[in-house]
């Protein structure tokens, strides 16, 4: 079973960073994708950004060139958001999922428990 556990969440007002952390139990070898969703209270879950093993990245509208989404493999696998210029409307619970392709079991995708990012105005 891969365990996906996030860090980095806060407090930050509008105009600030941070940098999310996803750390992945498993090698990236292993891995088809990695991504970053959030879910506002209300509101249905929304991807945020995706990272393919192939190196393909993708953002969604509301945070492209504010948001980057990076990874580090050099020993283990961790996934990052960096987030600059937050807005109030980026406050929500920010989830990593990672993805596998598996034998007999098809794609497989594996949650974090979330991290909280509140923006304030």
């Known amino acids: 079973q891969v365990q996906v556990v996030e860090s980095g969440g806060g407090l930050v007002q509008a105009g600030g960073s941070l940098r999310l952390s996803c750390a992945v139990s498993?090698?990236?070898?292993?891995?088809?994708?990695m991504a970053w969703y959030r879910q506002a209270p209300g509101k249905q879950r929304e991807l945020v950004a995706s990272f393919t093993t192939g190196g393909a990245t993708n953002y969604a509208d509301s945070v492209k060139g504010r948001f980057t989404i990076t990874i580090d493999n050099a020993k283990n696998t961790l996934l990052y958001l960096e987030m600059s210029s937050l807005k109030p409307e980026d406050t929500a619970v920010y989830y990593c999922?990672?993805?596998?392709?598996?034998?007999?079991?098809?794609?497989?995708?594996?949650w974090g428990q979330g991290t909280q990012v509140t923006v304030s105005s």
């Open positions: 498993a090698s990236i070898h292993s891995i088809n994708a």
């Open positions: 999922s990672a993805n596998q392709i598996l034998a007999g079991q098809g794609s497989v995708d594996y």
